[in-house]
């Protein structure tokens, strides 16, 4: 276990960590001696992670439940108020041509991705505030400033969080409260599993790229957290490598 000198016994918040880039984000930062409050969806995979992560020494409690539940994000920031950390993960997407994403899942994408990123990251920014240091990343997306065919919500929902992030660094950094945008292009994960649509899956696999792996966010995430005291990497792209 190696661990980060400055970044060891701090606390943070991961949305999204029972799988993919969430997991993979708590694993990293355990093995360099950070505490993780984790939350997701999925009780049964968040106990397995927070066994993971005990294993490297640190404390790991979780609290499972939906972000789209504004109660259970209250409830949630609550819990992890003393978190220094905060690595806004979880998301959601319906790859479909345009035409044929409902408005519900138009709504539950913006619901996710952006107004649960923001209640979540304001609530963590005003203690952040109070102490005076922070770090917020935001994961975002490639897709935050390109639209592409089938995920055009998705990019949408991204081009906003992208905006949040923005603002809340131009806001904060009087505050001495770092924001790390981190965007990568397309990464393996359990979500591409989900997808169905004949049209998407024939368009991705016509792709000449691999996806990039959820620990090269992981990595990316570290790197931001691991800068010196009076350095932050704002924008974070990762793209796949053609081949």
Request: aromatic fraction near 6%.
């Amino acid at each position: 276990m190696q661990t980060h000198p400055n970044l060891k016994g701090q606390w943070a918040l991961i949305t999204g960590a029972s799988a993919g880039i969430g997991r993979a984000c708590a694993l990293t930062l355990a093995r360099a001696g950070v505490n993780i409050y984790l939350t997701g969806r999925k009780e049964v995979e968040l106990k397995a992670v927070q066994s993971e992560c005990q294993s490297h020494g640190v404390q790991a409690p979780y609290m499972s439940g939906d972000l789209g539940d504004r109660s259970f994000v209250k409830e949630l920031v609550e819990w992890s108020s003393s978190a220094q950390i905060l690595i806004n993960n979880a998301g959601t997407l319906t790859y479909a041509p345009v035409l044929e994403v409902t408005t519900d899942e138009c709504e539950h994408m913006f619901a996710i991705n952006v107004v649960a990123a923001y209640d979540v990251s304001r609530a963590i920014a005003e203690q952040m505030k109070k102490r005076g240091s922070g770090h917020l990343i935001f994961i975002t997306s490639l897709a935050a400033r390109n639209v592409n065919v089938h995920s055009v919500v998705y990019a949408a929902t991204k081009h906003a969080l992208s905006a949040l992030a923005k603002g809340f660094r131009l806001e904060l950094k009087k505050d001495l409260i770092k924001v790390t945008e981190i965007a990568p292009g397309m990464v393996d994960t359990e979500m591409r599993s989900a997808i169905t649509h004949p049209e998407v899956l024939k368009a991705i696999a016509s792709r000449t790229f691999k996806p990039i792996a959820a620990q090269d966010v992981a990595n990316a995430a570290l790197y931001a957290l691991s800068s010196s005291e009076g350095c932050c990497p704002d924008l974070i792209e990762l793209r796949p490598i053609v081949g």
